[in-house]
């Protein structure tokens, strides 16, 4: 199957900074990703779609301006959570599509501690 | 809509076999089935799109009833590796992203 990075595994910051995650596809080029967040027991929830060159969509409830998505290539995605606060401490996975197939695959995900 | 999958929870002992299902009540392009461990990102297993599919690879296999929108996702012979909590998501018409059920937890004992 396809593989898919995500960088950093883990990032610890303080209330208020800003944390950027990557998502790459490694061996294939991926025009959609998507970002999701998964609490502890629970499903992964949709945060946004990410479409190479142009603006991601986000899901109901989800703040753009918060969750800054840039996908500039069709090998990456970023991530950028801004003004990060404890209740934003989760674990954020990112997928991306292959476009011949539809098979999604994940990376092995952010977990973020905002303390 | 998020699908709904049943049975949340089961256990099994080894070399026994299992079910999941996967219910929408929208209609369906394409069923995807991941298996996640824990503090692990979700792993793809197989893909079954519109049109009636039958897939397996392994001792792992899913069908696609697409009139009835369901799916389920067959476990023959479990091993310990297959626990894991196993998650369907579903696609809608028109290339829209996966939305995932609450997910099923396997557990695999010896």
């Known amino acids: 199957g396809a593989v898919v990075s995500q960088h950093p595994s883990r990032v610890i910051c303080k209330s208020g900074t800003s944390v950027k995650i990557e998502c790459r596809s490694l061996?294939?080029?991926?025009?959609?990703m998507f970002w999701y967040r998964q609490f502890p027991k629970q499903s992964l929830m949709l945060m946004a779609t990410?479409?190479?060159?142009?603006?991601?969509?986000?899901e109901q409830g989800v703040e753009k301006d918060k969750f800054l998505i840039n996908h500039a290539s069709l090998t990456l995605s970023t991530l950028t959570v801004t003004s990060a606060h404890p209740e934003d401490s989760s674990f954020y996975i990112c997928?991306?599509?292959?476009?011949?197939?539809?098979?999604?695959?994940f990376g092995p995900g952010t977990r973020l501690t905002v303390t | 809509q998020q699908p709904v999958q049943s049975p949340q929870a089961v256990i099994l002992r080894e070399g026994e076999d299992a079910v999941i299902n996967c219910s929408s009540s929208?209609?369906?392009?394409?069923v995807h089935w991941y298996r996640q461990k824990h503090g692990e990102a979700p792993i793809f297993l197989m893909i079954?799109?519109?049109?009636?599919e039958q897939k397996g690879h392994d001792k792992i296999s899913a069908s696609f009833n697409e009139k009835k929108q369901q799916s389920s996702l067959y476990l023959t012979a479990s091993q310990l590796s297959y626990s894991g909590t196993y998650f369907c998501?579903?696609?809608?018409?028109?290339?829209?992203?996966?939305?995932f059920g609450k997910g099923t937890r396997l557990s695999v004992i010896a």
């Open positions: 929208k209609a369906l392009y394409s």
């Open positions: 990410s479409n190479e060159g142009s603006k991601a969509t986000y």
């Open positions: 998501g579903t696609e809608g018409e028109g290339n829209t992203p996966l939305v």
């Open positions: 997928s991306a599509r292959v476009t011949s197939s539809y098979e999604q695959y």
């Open positions: 061996d294939f080029q991926a025009t959609t």
């Open positions: 079954l799109l519109k049109g009636g």
